[in-house]
T-cell receptor
């Protein structure tokens, strides 16, 4: 089966600092990757995505980097705010239209 | 902004009972999904649905599970005979096209006693 994992289960950062959340995936054939944010009691919320033909994509305060050589995905959040505190998941699209999620990293922003 | 809705927010049932979880995807979306998340674990794909049929399903989605789009708005997940290990959050999601963003609903917490 597919395997998507995260390097760190928890991350604490000071407000205003940049955050980097990492993700490893196992299927070199995966063609599409997504980062989701999940706040307590809510469903996953789309943050940013990237296709396998790209290595970097930027959004508002967020950047996703894809390194296909080592099958690694990262999410960078600039100027982290208290509202960014949540669990962050990466997901990859494997065969067909199945998505595989990582276990999540809990980000805590310290005011 | 359009959103995916799910009902009920919390469902408690006895083991062996049938449950139906309901979802209303975003109206112009064509692809629909069910995921589950056991407490403290990762989100797991169950099934995707397009053009009134299942397009993908995972190993979790066995004969006890079924999905249906009974009308133009609802998308349901039925578990025929619930087991204790079916206790989880169940999320519905939808997107307009295969490569478009999936929007998730708030989830239904299923508790099997």
């Amino acid at each position: 089966g597919e395997s998507v994992g995260l390097h760190l289960p928890t991350l604490s950062v000071q407000e205003g600092d940049n955050s980097i959340i990492n993700c490893a995936y196992s299927n070199s054939a995966s063609d599409y990757f997504i980062w989701y944010k999940q706040e307590s009691g809510k469903g996953p919320q789309f943050i940013i995505d990237i296709r396998s033909n790209m290595d970097k994509r930027q959004g508002q305060r967020v950047t996703v980097l894809l390194n296909k050589t080592v099958k690694h995905l990262s999410l960078q959040i600039a100027a982290t705010q208290p509202g960014d505190s949540a669990v962050y998941f990466c997901a990859e699209r494997g065969s067909g239209n199945q998505f595989y999620f990582g276990t999540g990293t809990s980000l805590t922003v310290i005011p | 902004e359009p959103e995916v809705t799910q009902t009920p927010s919390h469902q408690v049932t006895q083991m062996g009972q049938e449950v139906i979880l309901r979802c209303v995807p975003i109206s112009n979306h064509l692809y629909f999904y069910w995921y589950r998340q056991i407490l403290g674990q990762k989100v797991e794909f169950l099934v995707s649905f397009y053009n009134n049929e299942i397009s993908e399903k995972s190993e979790i989605f066995d004969d006890q599970f079924s999905v249906e789009r009974p009308d133009g708005s609802n998308f349901t997940l039925k578990i025929r005979s619930t087991k204790l290990e079916d206790s989880a959050m169940y999320f519905c999601a939808s997107n307009q096209g295969l490569t478009d963003t999936q929007y998730f609903g708030p989830g239904t917490r299923l508790t099997v006693l």
